[in-house]
Protein backbone atom coordinates (compact mmCIF):
# COMPACT_ATOMS: atom_id res chain seq x y z
CA UNK A 1 0.00 0.00 0.00
CA UNK A 2 1.31 3.20 -1.11
CA UNK A 3 1.67 5.71 1.82
CA UNK A 4 0.01 8.96 1.24
CA UNK A 5 2.22 12.24 0.24
CA UNK A 6 1.33 15.09 2.21
CA UNK A 7 0.65 18.39 0.92
CA UNK A 8 3.43 20.93 1.27
CA UNK A 9 2.13 24.36 -0.08
CA UNK A 10 1.46 26.10 3.06
CA UNK A 11 4.16 25.04 5.01
CA UNK A 12 6.83 25.74 2.63
CA UNK A 13 5.04 29.31 1.26
CA UNK A 14 5.31 30.31 5.18
CA UNK A 15 9.07 30.26 4.97
CA UNK A 16 9.38 31.46 1.15
CA UNK A 17 6.76 34.76 1.74
CA UNK A 18 8.84 35.51 4.69
CA UNK A 19 12.18 36.47 2.72
CA UNK A 20 10.23 36.73 -0.58
CA UNK A 21 11.82 40.52 -0.91
CA UNK A 22 15.28 39.17 -0.92
CA UNK A 23 16.32 39.56 -4.49
CA UNK A 24 19.78 38.49 -3.05
CA UNK A 25 18.61 35.41 -1.56
CA UNK A 26 16.37 33.09 -3.95
CA UNK A 27 18.14 29.94 -3.48
CA UNK A 28 17.24 30.53 0.24
CA UNK A 29 13.80 31.02 -0.43
CA UNK A 30 13.37 28.51 -2.48
CA UNK A 31 15.44 25.89 -0.83
CA UNK A 32 12.92 24.50 2.47
CA UNK A 33 9.73 24.67 -0.79
CA UNK A 34 12.31 21.55 -3.08
CA UNK A 35 13.61 20.43 0.53
CA UNK A 36 9.61 19.36 1.26
CA UNK A 37 8.95 18.16 -1.94
CA UNK A 38 11.81 15.80 -2.34
CA UNK A 39 11.88 14.43 1.60
CA UNK A 40 8.09 13.62 0.92
CA UNK A 41 9.09 12.00 -2.69
CA UNK A 42 11.46 9.73 -1.05
CA UNK A 43 9.73 8.92 1.85
CA UNK A 44 6.93 8.30 -0.81
CA UNK A 45 9.42 5.35 -2.27
CA UNK A 46 9.58 7.38 -5.58
CA UNK A 47 6.61 6.31 -6.56
CA UNK A 48 4.63 7.25 -9.73
CA UNK A 49 1.58 8.92 -7.62
CA UNK A 50 4.10 10.47 -5.27
CA UNK A 51 5.89 11.95 -8.32
CA UNK A 52 2.64 13.61 -9.84
CA UNK A 53 1.58 14.96 -6.82
CA UNK A 54 4.63 16.54 -6.67
CA UNK A 55 4.38 17.76 -10.33
CA UNK A 56 0.92 18.85 -9.49
CA UNK A 57 2.47 21.07 -6.76
CA UNK A 58 5.19 22.83 -8.77
CA UNK A 59 2.43 23.52 -11.43
CA UNK A 60 0.00 25.22 -8.65
CA UNK A 61 3.13 26.84 -7.19
CA UNK A 62 4.05 28.76 -10.74
CA UNK A 63 0.24 29.43 -11.28
CA UNK A 64 0.29 31.21 -7.67
CA UNK A 65 3.58 33.06 -7.73
CA UNK A 66 4.08 33.57 -11.45
CA UNK A 67 5.70 37.01 -10.28
CA UNK A 68 8.14 35.81 -7.95
CA UNK A 69 11.12 35.13 -8.79
CA UNK A 70 12.46 32.50 -6.73
CA UNK A 71 8.82 30.30 -7.61
CA UNK A 72 11.17 29.74 -11.07
CA UNK A 73 14.20 28.59 -9.18
CA UNK A 74 12.20 25.86 -6.55
CA UNK A 75 10.41 25.10 -10.25
CA UNK A 76 12.53 24.49 -12.20
CA UNK A 77 14.90 22.17 -9.13
CA UNK A 78 11.17 20.82 -8.17
CA UNK A 79 11.48 19.17 -11.69
CA UNK A 80 15.00 18.24 -12.04
CA UNK A 81 13.96 15.94 -8.89
CA UNK A 82 12.46 13.33 -10.84
CA UNK A 83 14.74 13.85 -13.89
CA UNK A 84 12.02 16.13 -15.55
CA UNK A 85 15.10 18.27 -17.51
CA UNK A 86 12.68 19.27 -20.00
CA UNK A 87 9.81 20.57 -17.82
CA UNK A 88 12.58 22.27 -15.72
CA UNK A 89 14.17 24.44 -18.80
CA UNK A 90 10.50 25.52 -20.05
CA UNK A 91 10.55 26.83 -16.01
CA UNK A 92 13.38 28.78 -16.93
CA UNK A 93 12.61 29.76 -20.37
CA UNK A 94 9.81 31.63 -18.84
CA UNK A 95 11.65 33.05 -16.41
CA UNK A 96 14.14 34.52 -18.60
CA UNK A 97 10.75 35.61 -20.70
CA UNK A 98 9.12 37.90 -17.46
CA UNK A 99 12.23 39.06 -15.78
CA UNK A 100 15.07 39.49 -19.05
CA UNK A 101 16.85 41.81 -16.91
CA UNK A 102 16.75 39.95 -13.70
CA UNK A 103 20.74 38.64 -12.82
CA UNK A 104 19.50 36.29 -9.83
CA UNK A 105 19.37 32.90 -11.74
CA UNK A 106 22.13 33.52 -13.76
CA UNK A 107 24.13 30.78 -12.88
CA UNK A 108 21.19 28.48 -12.38
CA UNK A 109 20.19 29.25 -15.99
CA UNK A 110 23.60 28.45 -17.09
CA UNK A 111 23.68 25.46 -15.44
CA UNK A 112 20.30 24.05 -16.41
CA UNK A 113 21.04 24.99 -20.21
CA UNK A 114 24.31 23.80 -20.09
CA UNK A 115 23.50 20.51 -18.54
CA UNK A 116 20.49 19.53 -21.02
CA UNK A 117 19.31 22.68 -23.07
CA UNK A 118 20.39 23.75 -26.17
CA UNK A 119 22.90 25.54 -28.19
CA UNK A 120 19.85 27.86 -29.20
CA UNK A 121 19.11 28.18 -25.44
CA UNK A 122 22.78 29.37 -24.77
CA UNK A 123 22.74 31.64 -27.41
CA UNK A 124 19.36 33.30 -26.27
CA UNK A 125 20.66 34.27 -23.10
CA UNK A 126 21.74 37.84 -22.66
CA UNK A 127 25.13 39.39 -23.27
CA UNK A 128 25.80 39.44 -19.51
CA UNK A 129 26.26 35.93 -19.81
CA UNK A 130 28.94 36.44 -22.74
CA UNK A 131 31.81 37.24 -20.22
CA UNK A 132 31.75 33.98 -18.43
CA UNK A 133 34.28 31.12 -18.89
CA UNK A 134 31.58 29.10 -17.99
CA UNK A 135 29.40 30.10 -21.01
CA UNK A 136 31.44 29.39 -23.51
CA UNK A 137 32.39 26.03 -21.98
CA UNK A 138 28.57 24.87 -21.91
CA UNK A 139 27.97 26.73 -25.47
CA UNK A 140 31.40 24.82 -26.85
CA UNK A 141 30.02 21.46 -25.20
CA UNK A 142 26.42 22.08 -26.63
CA UNK A 143 27.94 23.02 -29.71
CA UNK A 144 29.55 19.17 -30.17
CA UNK A 145 26.70 17.56 -28.46
CA UNK A 146 24.26 18.70 -31.53
CA UNK A 147 27.53 18.08 -33.97
CA UNK A 148 27.28 22.00 -34.65
CA UNK A 149 30.34 23.31 -37.85
CA UNK A 150 33.66 23.35 -37.31
CA UNK A 151 33.59 27.50 -37.96
CA UNK A 152 30.97 27.49 -34.72
CA UNK A 153 33.24 25.21 -32.89
CA UNK A 154 36.28 26.73 -33.45
CA UNK A 155 34.77 30.32 -32.33
CA UNK A 156 33.27 28.80 -29.04
CA UNK A 157 36.89 26.76 -28.20
CA UNK A 158 39.00 29.80 -28.74
CA UNK A 159 36.34 32.55 -26.67
CA UNK A 160 36.78 30.10 -24.13
CA UNK A 161 40.73 29.91 -24.29
CA UNK A 162 40.69 33.28 -24.31
CA UNK A 163 38.82 33.58 -20.87
CA UNK A 164 41.56 31.26 -19.34
CA UNK A 165 45.15 32.83 -19.02
CA UNK A 166 48.01 30.42 -18.68
CA UNK A 167 48.49 31.21 -15.03
CA UNK A 168 45.07 29.26 -14.73
CA UNK A 169 45.52 26.51 -16.97
CA UNK A 170 48.80 25.16 -14.85
CA UNK A 171 48.89 21.46 -16.69
CA UNK A 172 47.47 22.30 -20.26
CA UNK A 173 44.24 20.68 -19.07
CA UNK A 174 41.80 23.43 -20.23
CA UNK A 175 43.43 23.47 -23.52
CA UNK A 176 44.02 19.96 -24.91
CA UNK A 177 40.35 18.88 -24.67
CA UNK A 178 39.33 21.69 -26.78
CA UNK A 179 42.13 20.65 -29.32
CA UNK A 180 40.53 16.64 -28.81
CA UNK A 181 37.08 18.19 -29.80
CA UNK A 182 37.87 20.05 -32.51
CA UNK A 183 39.78 16.89 -34.05
CA UNK A 184 36.87 15.07 -33.47
CA UNK A 185 34.48 17.69 -34.77
CA UNK A 186 36.18 18.72 -38.10
CA UNK A 187 37.71 22.14 -37.01
CA UNK A 188 40.83 22.95 -39.04
CA UNK A 189 43.61 21.02 -37.57
CA UNK A 190 45.69 23.74 -38.20
CA UNK A 191 43.79 25.46 -34.75
CA UNK A 192 44.24 22.11 -32.74
CA UNK A 193 48.07 22.11 -33.76
CA UNK A 194 47.68 25.40 -32.17
CA UNK A 195 45.99 25.04 -29.01
CA UNK A 196 47.90 21.60 -28.46
CA UNK A 197 51.25 23.37 -28.86
CA UNK A 198 50.26 25.93 -26.26
CA UNK A 199 48.99 22.94 -23.55
CA UNK A 200 52.75 21.06 -24.44
CA UNK A 201 54.44 24.19 -23.81
CA UNK A 202 52.28 25.12 -20.17
CA UNK A 203 52.73 21.59 -18.80
CA UNK A 204 56.47 21.28 -19.97
CA UNK A 205 58.14 24.53 -19.27
CA UNK A 206 55.21 26.99 -18.88
CA UNK A 207 52.98 28.05 -15.84
CA UNK A 208 53.39 24.86 -13.63
CA UNK A 209 51.95 24.36 -9.53
CA UNK A 210 54.21 25.50 -7.30
CA UNK A 211 54.62 20.90 -6.05
CA UNK A 212 57.83 20.20 -4.22
CA UNK A 213 58.49 16.49 -4.50
CA UNK A 214 61.56 14.08 -2.67
CA UNK A 215 62.04 11.09 -4.49
CA UNK A 216 61.18 9.47 -7.25
CA UNK A 217 57.17 8.15 -6.87
CA UNK A 218 56.85 12.25 -5.76
CA UNK A 219 57.75 12.85 -9.11
CA UNK A 220 55.47 10.46 -11.01
CA UNK A 221 52.86 11.95 -9.05
CA UNK A 222 53.50 15.86 -10.51
CA UNK A 223 53.71 14.26 -13.81
CA UNK A 224 50.11 12.65 -13.54
CA UNK A 225 48.99 15.28 -11.96
CA UNK A 226 50.00 17.74 -15.32
CA UNK A 227 49.36 14.90 -17.74
CA UNK A 228 52.08 15.94 -19.74
CA UNK A 229 51.36 12.92 -22.61
CA UNK A 230 47.90 13.76 -23.02
CA UNK A 231 48.93 17.02 -24.08
CA UNK A 232 51.40 15.46 -26.53
CA UNK A 233 48.88 12.96 -27.87
CA UNK A 234 46.51 15.89 -29.09
CA UNK A 235 49.64 17.37 -30.75
CA UNK A 236 50.50 14.04 -32.08
CA UNK A 237 47.08 13.96 -33.09
CA UNK A 238 46.83 17.05 -34.88
CA UNK A 239 50.00 16.08 -36.76
CA UNK A 240 48.06 13.15 -38.16
CA UNK A 241 44.97 14.60 -39.44
CA UNK A 242 47.27 17.50 -41.09
CA UNK A 243 49.16 14.22 -42.97
CA UNK A 244 52.11 14.55 -41.05
CA UNK A 245 53.28 11.07 -40.02
CA UNK A 246 55.84 11.48 -39.33
CA UNK A 247 55.94 14.28 -37.01
CA UNK A 248 52.87 12.87 -36.09
CA UNK A 249 54.56 9.52 -34.76
CA UNK A 250 57.45 11.53 -32.86
CA UNK A 251 55.16 13.15 -30.72
CA UNK A 252 53.04 10.20 -29.69
CA UNK A 253 56.20 8.20 -28.98
CA UNK A 254 57.14 11.33 -26.83
CA UNK A 255 53.85 10.72 -25.24
CA UNK A 256 54.11 7.31 -24.84
CA UNK A 257 57.42 7.49 -23.27
CA UNK A 258 55.86 9.44 -20.58
CA UNK A 259 52.98 7.94 -20.09
CA UNK A 260 54.89 4.52 -19.36
CA UNK A 261 57.60 6.11 -17.56
CA UNK A 262 55.18 8.02 -14.60
CA UNK A 263 52.10 5.34 -15.45
CA UNK A 264 49.80 7.93 -16.75
CA UNK A 265 46.41 7.20 -18.45
CA UNK A 266 46.79 6.70 -21.98
CA UNK A 267 43.67 9.14 -23.45
CA UNK A 268 44.06 6.77 -26.66
CA UNK A 269 47.79 7.94 -27.07
CA UNK A 270 48.26 4.01 -28.05
CA UNK A 271 45.86 4.00 -30.58
CA UNK A 272 46.58 7.17 -32.43
CA UNK A 273 50.33 5.44 -32.64
CA UNK A 274 48.76 2.41 -33.96
CA UNK A 275 46.79 4.63 -36.56
CA UNK A 276 50.01 6.47 -37.55
CA UNK A 277 52.19 3.27 -38.16
CA UNK A 278 49.64 2.12 -40.56
CA UNK A 279 49.95 5.34 -42.27
CA UNK A 280 53.85 4.71 -42.08
CA UNK A 281 53.40 0.82 -43.06
CA UNK A 282 54.17 -0.79 -40.11
CA UNK A 283 52.08 -3.30 -38.85
CA UNK A 284 53.32 -5.35 -36.22
CA UNK A 285 54.43 -1.94 -34.43
CA UNK A 286 50.78 -1.04 -35.14
CA UNK A 287 49.92 -4.22 -33.27
CA UNK A 288 51.91 -4.29 -30.58
CA UNK A 289 50.69 -0.28 -29.61
CA UNK A 290 47.28 -1.16 -30.22
CA UNK A 291 47.23 -4.05 -27.46
CA UNK A 292 48.86 -1.46 -25.27
CA UNK A 293 45.91 1.00 -25.35
CA UNK A 294 43.70 -2.41 -24.67
CA UNK A 295 45.79 -3.21 -22.14
CA UNK A 296 46.17 0.23 -20.43
CA UNK A 297 43.81 2.86 -21.75
CA UNK A 298 40.67 3.36 -22.22
CA UNK A 299 39.64 3.82 -26.20
CA UNK A 300 38.22 0.21 -26.45
CA UNK A 301 35.83 0.06 -29.07
CA UNK A 302 38.05 1.91 -31.73
CA UNK A 303 40.97 0.07 -30.97
CA UNK A 304 39.61 -3.36 -31.39
CA UNK A 305 38.41 -2.20 -34.69
CA UNK A 306 42.44 -1.00 -35.58
CA UNK A 307 43.50 -4.66 -34.26
CA UNK A 308 41.57 -6.39 -36.65
CA UNK A 309 42.82 -4.37 -39.50
CA UNK A 310 46.34 -4.56 -38.66
CA UNK A 311 46.30 -7.91 -37.86
CA UNK A 312 44.90 -8.95 -41.23
CA UNK A 313 47.64 -6.42 -43.09
CA UNK A 314 49.94 -9.24 -40.88
CA UNK A 315 48.38 -12.55 -41.26
CA UNK A 316 46.15 -12.34 -44.46
CA UNK A 317 43.17 -13.56 -42.32
CA UNK A 318 41.50 -13.08 -39.31
CA UNK A 319 42.38 -16.56 -37.62
CA UNK A 320 44.24 -16.49 -34.45
CA UNK A 321 43.08 -12.40 -33.85
CA UNK A 322 41.81 -13.31 -30.27
CA UNK A 323 44.37 -15.35 -28.77
CA UNK A 324 47.09 -13.08 -29.66
CA UNK A 325 45.52 -10.10 -29.06
CA UNK A 326 44.43 -11.77 -25.55
CA UNK A 327 48.13 -12.95 -24.94
CA UNK A 328 49.69 -9.84 -25.48
CA UNK A 329 47.14 -7.89 -23.55
CA UNK A 330 47.58 -10.16 -20.36
CA UNK A 331 51.23 -9.65 -20.70
CA UNK A 332 51.00 -6.10 -20.28
CA UNK A 333 48.34 -5.42 -18.10
CA UNK A 334 50.05 -7.54 -16.16
CA UNK A 335 53.45 -5.53 -16.21
CA UNK A 336 51.50 -2.23 -15.54
CA UNK A 337 50.18 -4.09 -12.41
CA UNK A 338 53.41 -4.40 -11.33
CA UNK A 339 55.04 -1.40 -12.20
CA UNK A 340 52.01 0.61 -10.34
CA UNK A 341 51.92 -1.28 -7.09
CA UNK A 342 54.08 1.09 -5.34
CA UNK A 343 51.41 3.82 -5.99
CA UNK A 344 49.07 1.96 -3.18
CA UNK A 345 51.16 2.18 0.13
CA UNK A 346 49.78 0.31 3.00
CA UNK A 347 50.28 2.33 6.26
CA UNK A 348 49.28 2.37 9.67
CA UNK A 349 49.46 6.05 11.31
CA UNK A 350 47.35 7.94 13.42
CA UNK A 351 45.81 10.25 11.20
CA UNK A 352 45.01 12.95 14.11
CA UNK A 353 47.57 15.01 12.59
CA UNK A 354 46.00 15.91 9.79
CA UNK A 355 44.48 19.36 9.69
CA UNK A 356 41.29 20.06 7.71
CA UNK A 357 38.68 23.02 7.99
CA UNK A 358 35.52 22.38 6.87
CA UNK A 359 33.00 24.68 4.23
CA UNK A 360 32.78 27.76 7.20
CA UNK A 361 36.36 27.45 7.95
CA UNK A 362 36.04 25.48 11.36
CA UNK A 363 38.41 22.80 12.01
CA UNK A 364 36.85 19.35 10.98
CA UNK A 365 37.56 17.08 13.74
CA UNK A 366 37.36 13.23 11.89
CA UNK A 367 36.04 11.58 15.03
CA UNK A 368 33.09 12.48 14.12
CA UNK A 369 33.32 9.77 11.43
CA UNK A 370 34.14 7.33 14.63
CA UNK A 371 32.92 3.67 13.38
CA UNK A 372 32.76 4.64 9.37
CA UNK A 373 35.68 4.49 6.99
CA UNK A 374 36.41 7.79 5.82
CA UNK A 375 38.17 8.32 2.25
CA UNK A 376 40.05 11.35 2.01
CA UNK A 377 40.44 13.02 -1.62
CA UNK A 378 42.55 15.77 -2.20
CA UNK A 379 42.01 17.28 -5.12
CA UNK A 380 42.17 21.03 -7.02
CA UNK A 381 40.25 22.75 -10.07
CA UNK A 382 43.03 22.75 -12.05
CA UNK A 383 44.29 18.86 -11.62
CA UNK A 384 42.71 16.86 -14.45
CA UNK A 385 43.39 13.66 -13.19
CA UNK A 386 41.52 14.48 -10.44
CA UNK A 387 38.07 14.49 -12.04
CA UNK A 388 38.27 10.90 -12.93
CA UNK A 389 39.38 10.15 -9.52
CA UNK A 390 36.89 11.91 -7.85
CA UNK A 391 34.26 10.01 -10.42
CA UNK A 392 35.43 6.37 -9.01
CA UNK A 393 35.49 7.46 -5.52
CA UNK A 394 31.83 8.63 -5.81
CA UNK A 395 31.37 5.02 -7.68
CA UNK A 396 33.20 3.42 -4.14
CA UNK A 397 31.02 5.23 -1.94
CA UNK A 398 27.87 4.46 -3.82
CA UNK A 399 28.81 0.98 -3.35
CA UNK A 400 29.85 0.83 0.34
CA UNK A 401 26.80 2.92 0.91
CA UNK A 402 26.56 4.34 4.70
CA UNK A 403 30.59 2.65 5.54
CA UNK A 404 31.88 4.90 3.35
CA UNK A 405 32.20 8.35 3.89
CA UNK A 406 33.87 10.88 1.58
CA UNK A 407 35.79 14.35 2.59
CA UNK A 408 37.39 16.24 -0.30
CA UNK A 409 39.97 18.99 0.42
CA UNK A 410 40.31 21.19 -2.26
CA UNK A 411 43.93 22.53 -2.61
CA UNK A 412 42.35 25.41 -4.62
CA UNK A 413 44.19 28.62 -4.03
CA UNK A 414 41.56 31.81 -2.49
CA UNK A 415 40.71 32.78 -5.84
CA UNK A 416 39.52 29.52 -7.47
CA UNK A 417 38.03 28.50 -4.31
CA UNK A 418 34.47 29.17 -5.59
CA UNK A 419 35.23 27.14 -8.37
CA UNK A 420 36.12 23.92 -6.51
CA UNK A 421 32.74 24.98 -4.67
CA UNK A 422 30.77 24.97 -7.58
CA UNK A 423 32.35 21.90 -9.38
CA UNK A 424 30.96 19.48 -6.47
CA UNK A 425 27.77 21.15 -6.15
CA UNK A 426 27.29 20.60 -10.26
CA UNK A 427 28.41 16.96 -9.68
CA UNK A 428 26.08 15.95 -6.60
CA UNK A 429 28.83 13.65 -5.41
CA UNK A 430 27.64 14.29 -1.54
CA UNK A 431 31.58 14.75 -0.55
CA UNK A 432 31.87 17.42 2.44
CA UNK A 433 34.42 20.03 0.90
CA UNK A 434 37.01 20.49 3.22
CA UNK A 435 40.32 22.49 2.59
CA UNK A 436 44.06 22.15 4.23
CA UNK A 437 47.09 24.15 5.00
CA UNK A 438 49.27 20.90 5.95
CA UNK A 439 47.19 17.91 5.81
CA UNK A 440 48.99 16.77 2.44
CA UNK A 441 52.01 17.57 3.79
CA UNK A 442 51.16 14.95 7.03
CA UNK A 443 49.85 12.43 4.97
CA UNK A 444 53.56 12.07 3.21
CA UNK A 445 51.99 13.47 -0.23
CA UNK A 446 51.32 16.80 -1.18
CA UNK A 447 49.13 15.68 -3.78
CA UNK A 448 46.29 13.55 -3.97
CA UNK A 449 46.05 10.28 -1.54
CA UNK A 450 43.25 8.50 -0.01
CA UNK A 451 42.85 7.50 3.30
CA UNK A 452 40.78 6.27 6.21
CA UNK A 453 39.60 7.37 9.62
CA UNK A 454 40.92 6.57 13.01
CA UNK A 455 44.29 5.04 11.37
CA UNK A 456 45.72 5.47 8.01
CA UNK A 457 45.46 2.40 6.30
CA UNK A 458 46.29 2.99 2.73
CA UNK A 459 46.54 5.69 0.32
CA UNK A 460 46.42 5.73 -3.53
CA UNK A 461 48.80 8.37 -5.17
CA UNK A 462 47.74 9.63 -8.78
CA UNK A 463 45.59 7.47 -10.49
CA UNK A 464 45.37 4.46 -13.30
CA UNK A 465 43.18 1.62 -14.04
CA UNK A 466 45.55 -0.81 -12.01
CA UNK A 467 46.26 1.19 -8.83
CA UNK A 468 42.12 2.28 -8.99
CA UNK A 469 41.22 -1.50 -9.15
CA UNK A 470 44.19 -2.46 -5.80
CA UNK A 471 42.56 0.55 -4.13
CA UNK A 472 39.16 -0.45 -4.17
CA UNK A 473 40.15 -4.32 -3.28
CA UNK A 474 41.96 -2.62 -0.52
CA UNK A 475 38.77 -0.68 0.48
CA UNK A 476 36.72 -3.68 0.36
CA UNK A 477 38.78 -5.62 2.42
CA UNK A 478 38.74 -2.95 5.18
CA UNK A 479 35.15 -3.38 4.89
CA UNK A 480 34.54 -6.38 5.16
CA UNK A 481 36.95 -6.38 8.17
CA UNK A 482 34.60 -4.17 9.92
CA UNK A 483 35.25 -0.22 10.23
CA UNK A 484 37.72 1.42 12.32
CA UNK A 485 37.23 2.51 15.64
Known sequence: MHRPVVPLMAAAF???????????????????????????????????????QMLAE?????????????????????????????????????????????????????????????ARDLESLPERWHGSVDYWRWLLGAYAREKASPDLLERAGNEFLKRIPRVNDPGGNERYPVADLWLANGVDPLAADRVAREAVAISEVGDCPAVTYTDERQRRIRNRLLIRNINRSALGWSLYQQGKYPEALAELQHAARIAEQDSLPTRAVYYRMGQTLEKLNRPQEALTACCKELAWGDYEKPTKSAVAVVYRQLLGSPDGQESVERTQVNELAAQRAERDSDLVSEVDEDLGRVDLLDESGAPLDLKRYRGRIVAIDFWATWCGICRPMMQQTGELQHRFGDRVAVVAPALDPEE?????????????????????TSGAATLNCRLFPHGCCGRLRFMEFGHSIESAALFEKKLAALAAAGSPR
Open 416 to 436: THAQAVEFLKKMNYGFMLAST
Open 58 to 118: IRKLLEQHSSDIWAYEAAALGYNHPDRSAEALDVLRAYLHRFPDDSSLDGRVLSFFGNWGT
Open 14 to 52: AVAQAAAQQPSGMWAVAKPVVDRWDAAYREAGRTIVARD
